[in-house]
Every structure is written in structure tokens, then in C-alpha cells.
């Protein structure tokens, strides 16, 4: 028995949620969908706004951005946390790059064009997840919030 729990301890496998293997652009699809998903409506504008973000940041085609999409959706809906999602994107991140996705976040909160309570609240979750300060998630609000307005 112990020596089955040292060999999962030091295996070198991805990260699994399910029997899925999670990589960078499933997490981010992930808490996007997360974001989407906050206050209860899953609406167009906030739909196209992750397809964007997911096809100009991953550089993926139309059919492998609605592919990454669909799996997303599946992973969190029977993710119990946030976890897997975090640790892939903190493993694979910068500082800065952190506070861009925060603000990638915030750019689907803002795509229907009003900032619900519980979008907020999920990105505030993620932003300390993700050990962004309090001034650049701020920052990352204030510059998305400026051009959903434009």
C-alpha cells in the first residue's frame, strides 16, 4: 500500500479531471466557461466572447475553439473546484500573463454588457487562486470594463 502511494506521488503524468487530460488551453477554456456560467445564463454574446478569446489566444481553428469549448463546458460541470483548472494555468504562467487572463475573464463578465454579483465573485475566487494582487486585478477590471464600452 505504501509503496502504491509513492509510485502516484512521483509520477510525472498530466493532471487528470475525470478521465480527461486537462492542458493549458482546456484550463483557461475551463474557467472561462466558469465565468460564463456565474449568474445562471449561459447567453450568446458571452459564448462568441470565449470563442474569440479561445481562437485569436490559442490560435485554434473555428471547429477546435467550439470543440474546446464543448469540453470545457463537460469538465465543469463535474468539477467539484476549481483546482486541476488552477493549477494548470498557475504551472504554466507568468505573473503577468496571470493578470491577462484575469483580465480575459473579465472580458466575458462584461460581453452581455452588465457585470452580474456572482461573476464577480467567481472572478475575485480565481484572481486569489491565481495569486493575482488586489491593484492588477483591479487594473485587469478597469481595462476590460473600458473596452467593453468602446
Known sequence: ??????KLLQSNTPKTV????????????????????????????????????????????????????DKAQKLVEHAIDLFAFVKQINQHTSDIERID????LWHVAFADGHLDSHEDHIIRKISGLLYVAHPDF?????????????
Open 138 to 150: 483591479i487594473s485587469a477590471k478597469l481595462a476590460a470594463q473600458e473596452s467593453a464600452a468602446k
Open 18 to 69: 475525470g478521465h480527461e487530460v486537462l492542458d493549458f488551453n482546456t484550463a483557461l477554456a475551463a474557467l472561462l466557461v466558469e465565468v460564463m456560467r456565474a449568474d445562471g445564463k449561459l447567453l450568446d454574446s458571452e459564448f462568441d466572447k470565449i470563442s474569440h478569446i479561445l481562437t485569436q489566444r490559442c490560435q485554434l481553428s473555428a471547429e477546435q475553439t467550439t470543440a474546446l469549448i
Open 1 to 6: 500500500m505504501l509503496n502504491h502511494l509513492k
Open 101 to 104: 487572463i484575469i483580465e480575459l
